[in-house]
């Protein structure tokens, strides 16, 4: 015995498959005609007027990152989400520990630049077991110090 189909469901299947094919024709004639012939385009911004969110985690995992951020929030003013991203906040906060502990000589602006990365890296040789030279590049050895030195920050979260 054949499967019994309701006129009323078929045309309801129907009229679906039938828009559905409209907006995909008509989303596929939108994107040809807009890669067709560009209009004259105009700079998205100069690059002094983009300042990027950037989130530098320097190899540490949500989780590790999460745990500096509790550290940074009960001792250096971090006041964002315990997101674990490494954002601007996240090293501003950072930054002013640096600056009062590390030598860190530079602004207070959540960039993580050669400056900032030799004062971590002054932190991590003094306590969590960096042995590279002290050259700013968050190389590998920096890395694996820093995931030491998260893990000593579980406790403030």
């Keep these: 015995m054949g499967k019994h189909v309701r006129p009323k469901a078929l045309s309801r299947t129907l009229v679906s498959f039938t828009a559905l094919t409209a907006i995909v024709a008509g989303s596929l004639t939108t994107a040809s005609v807009s890669f067709a012939a560009p209009a004259a385009s105009k700079p998205a911004a100069s690059a002094e007027k983009v300042v990027p969110l950037a989130v530098v985690n320097l190899g540490l995992s949500t989780t590790q990152a999460r745990h500096v951020q509790c550290w940074l929030k009960a001792n250096w003013r971090y006041t964002g989400a315990l997101d674990g991203q490494l954002g601007t906040n996240s090293w501003k906060a950072f930054q002013r520990n640096l600056k009062e ?6 602004a207070i602006d959540g960039i993580v630049g050669s ?12 306590s969590w077991g960096y042995t590279g030279a002290i050259d700013g590049i968050a190389g590998p050895g920096t890395q694996a110090a820093f995931k030491r030195f998260s893990s000593g920050c579980s406790p403030w979260c």
């Excluded at 502990?101 to 530079?106: A, F, K, V």
């Design 101 to 106: 502990h590390w030598g860190y000589t530079g």
């Design 115 to 126: 400056g900032t990365v030799k004062a971590l890296q002054r932190l991590l040789k003094k």
